[in-house]
């Protein structure tokens, strides 16, 4: 039976024996070792933490069980939340769960058609906002104070607790810290999440420390300009984000790290996307991808070495995104069903 991530590292969580083991098998997600990118590049040991494997498709469920969790002890009865897509469908999937309302705030267009086909089927209540996400954010903070409700964005810290559980499964399944991981950044809590789960394990146990590589989209890059994003504008809507929450722990995760936040152009991502897809067998959204293209960068560059470990965090599964995947592509046409006419189709 799968066990989640609260009953596996509840010793490691601000989780009592009184809070409720709320799970729906999140975590636990292969960590997949690249077969052909690497080799191509010239990485021995290049891996990829999938974490599209996670039951509502992003690595959002590890933060949500804890935040969820917390939320019933607390008599919430409403999980609350702005979001680019990914951070809703969960949220929707953990409130269905638990019997609780899930109310999302999207912005308008803004949103994968997997990610809202989830709210819809999960049965939460979906806001549409004409403005980015990070005026949907703002928004949705100002209710956050309300009796019964429970916001569920990054800003609780029950989600970076949980999903820190992500950096704790990636160096017992290397067997050490990777020498290097790379991550997309749009609110900016994963890289803060991964960086406080790597520092406790060395502290708790004496593994070394990852450096940390973050991507944004070149349009949506307000951590790499050093200033906010009015108008952030990327093909990669989940990381479409101008004016990060966790802006201050993604600089200092960089900083200690010795790491960078980069950029990296839509082109890019979706030349790295397709990669993935067509070279690993791995299908992932292009917010994912992200990360991949700045690997795949920095490796043309010859600024990685070879004989290292590194990982790069798939964040959300490719299904998430269909329009994505078939960019540029068609179906093809149906045929006569006779070997004459499959014959002819495949030349
Ligand atoms: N990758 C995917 C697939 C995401 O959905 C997100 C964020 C990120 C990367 C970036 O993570 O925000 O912690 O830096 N999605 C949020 C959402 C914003 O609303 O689903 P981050």
């Known amino acids: 039976m799968a066990v989640g991530?609260?009953?596996?590292?509840?010793?490691?969580?601000?989780?009592?024996?009184?809070?409720?083991?709320?799970?729906?098998?999140?975590?636990s997600t292969p960590l997949v070792r690249s077969s052909r990118i690497g080799p191509a590049i010239g990485l021995d040991q290049l891996y990829f933490k999938y974490e599209g494997l996670n039951p509502s498709g992003s690595f959002k469920d590890r933060g949500m069980a804890v935040a969820a969790a917390r939320a019933i002890e607390a008599g919430a009865q409403t999980l609350l939340c702005a979001s680019t897509g990914n951070t809703s469908a969960s949220a929707s999937a953990y409130a269905a769960r638990c019997g609780l309302r899930a109310v999302v705030v999207v912005p308008a267009?803004?949103?994968?058609?997997?990610?809202?086909?989830?709210?819809?089927?999960?049965?939460?209540?979906?806001?549409?906002?004409?403005?980015?996400?990070?005026?949907?954010?703002?928004?949705v903070r100002k209710l956050a104070d309300e009796p019964g409700?429970?916001?569920?964005?990054?800003?609780?810290?029950?989600?970076?607790?949980?999903?820190?559980?992500?950096?704790?499964?990636?160096?017992?399944?290397?067997?050490?810290?990777?020498?290097?991981?790379?991550?997309?950044?749009?609110?900016?809590g994963n890289i803060t999440a991964y960086w406080r789960g790597f520092c406790e394990l060395a502290s708790r146990s004496g593994a070394s420390l990852p450096t940390l590589h973050g991507a944004q989209a070149q349009g949506a890059a307000?951590?790499?300009?050093?200033?906010?994003?009015?108008?952030?504008?990327?093909?990669a809507s989940a990381i479409r984000i101008g004016n990060p929450a966790s802006w201050s722990s993604a600089i200092a995760a960089r900083d200690e790290s010795g790491g960078t936040i980069e950029a990296v152009g839509d082109d890019e991502i979706m030349a790295a996307h397709r990669r993935l897809a067509r070279e690993e067998g791995l299908l992932v959204e292009p917010a994912s991808a992200a990360a991949v293209a700045l690997l795949l960068k920095k490796a043309n560059a010859g600024s990685l070495d070879g004989t290292e470990p590194i990982?790069?965090?798939?964040?959300?599964?490719?299904?998430?995104?269909?329009?994505?995947?078939?960019?540029?592509?068609?179906?093809?046409?149906?045929?006569?069903?006779?070997?004459?006419?499959l014959r002819r189709v495949l030349g």
């Open 5 to 27: 991530i609260i009953e596996r590292y509840a010793a490691y969580l601000p989780v009592t024996p009184a809070t409720p083991r709320i799970t729906l098998g999140e975590g």
């Open 109 to 139: 267009g803004g949103v994968a058609a997997g990610k809202l086909a989830q709210a819809l089927a999960y049965g939460a209540i979906i806001v549409t906002v004409k403005g980015s996400f990070d005026r949907a954010l703002t928004l």
């Open 149 to 188: 409700v429970a916001l569920v964005n990054s800003v609780n810290p029950y989600r970076i607790e949980g999903q820190k559980t992500a950096a704790f499964e990636v160096v017992e399944q290397l067997g050490r810290a990777p020498a290097r991981l790379f991550i997309p950044v749009g609110n900016a």
């Open 222 to 235: 307000p951590l790499v300009r050093g200033r906010p994003v009015l108008r952030p504008q990327t093909l």
């Open 311 to 341: 990982v790069c965090v798939l964040t959300g599964h490719g299904l998430k995104d269909p329009q994505a995947l078939t960019r540029g592509l068609r179906v093809p046409r149906a045929i006569e069903p006779t070997l004459v006419a």
